[in-house]
């Protein structure tokens, strides 16, 4: 089946702009998780759904970040006053009830702010 | 210090060399243990997964966990040119709980 889809696949931006990303998982996954990756470094936790709640969301890094997940399908990451230090490539992953320890990454976002 | 350390290399090898990778953590209580590969401009993907000790071959890959030494490892056999890529070490303390990543260890096979 489809994998996780997520757009768009690049996004330039001005600093202090709004930018949102989407990220569409694998039918049935009932988790979520959003990640970010600067280049040269491994993926860090942002925010985890499960279902349409958010179950952890320690990893936003301030409260510029938001996402929401309204029917616990469809994901989007929104970010508000872009600075030139979001630019990173943000990645989607989610699993399945049954295999929870398991994520399938999606091919990313790769936001540049100007 | 970082909850996951990975030498992020390069490392170069000719092709059919066996490659081995490692992690060290420093939570004791990371239980699942998972390796990605992931391609330029790509997401990571799936290659492996283990839970707690031991060791486990899908083919030309073994993982091994060492919880006593907070140590991890992904062997790869007869390495091929299209095994080039970075290789992503990652782990967590409970299912469905945050990966912890470590920085990627950038791999090229020469033919």
């Known amino acids: 089946g489809a994998g996780v889809s997520q757009t768009p696949s690049n996004k330039v931006t001005e600093k202090g702009k709004y930018v949102e990303l989407r990220c569409d998982p694998i039918s049935g996954h009932t988790a979520l998780y959003w990640y970010r990756q600067s280049l040269g470094q491994g993926p860090e936790f942002l925010i985890y759904f499960q279902g349409t709640g958010a179950a952890d969301d320690s990893g936003l890094p301030n409260d510029r970040f938001f996402a929401v997940r309204p029917e616990g399908s469809v994901s989007t990451l929104k970010i508000q006053r872009t600075e030139r230090g979001d630019s990173a490539v943000y990645l989607c992953?989610?699993?399945?009830?049954?295999?929870?320890?398991?994520?399938?990454f999606g091919p990313g976002t790769r936001l540049t702010v100007l | 210090q970082k909850e996951v350390e990975q030498d992020p290399g390069p490392l170069s090898v000719p092709e059919g060399a066996i490659v081995s990778l490692n992690c060290t953590y420093s939570?004791?209580?990371?239980?699942?243990f998972m390796w990605y590969r992931q391609y330029s401009r790509k997401g990571p993907e799936l290659l492996m997964y283990t839970y707690s000790s031991g060791n486990k071959e899908d083919g030309r890959f073994t993982a091994q966990v060492d919880k006593s030494s907070k140590y991890i490892s992904l062997f790869i056999r007869d390495s091929q040119p299209s095994d080039s890529a970075t290789y992503l070490c990652?782990?967590?303390?409970?299912?469905?709980?945050?990966?912890?990543f470590g920085t990627g260890t950038s791999l090229t096979v020469i033919p």
């Open positions: 992953a989610s699993s399945p009830a049954t295999s929870a320890h398991t994520q399938y």
């Open positions: 939570n004791s209580a990371f239980q699942y």
């Open positions: 990652a782990m967590s303390a409970y299912t469905g709980n945050q990966f912890y």
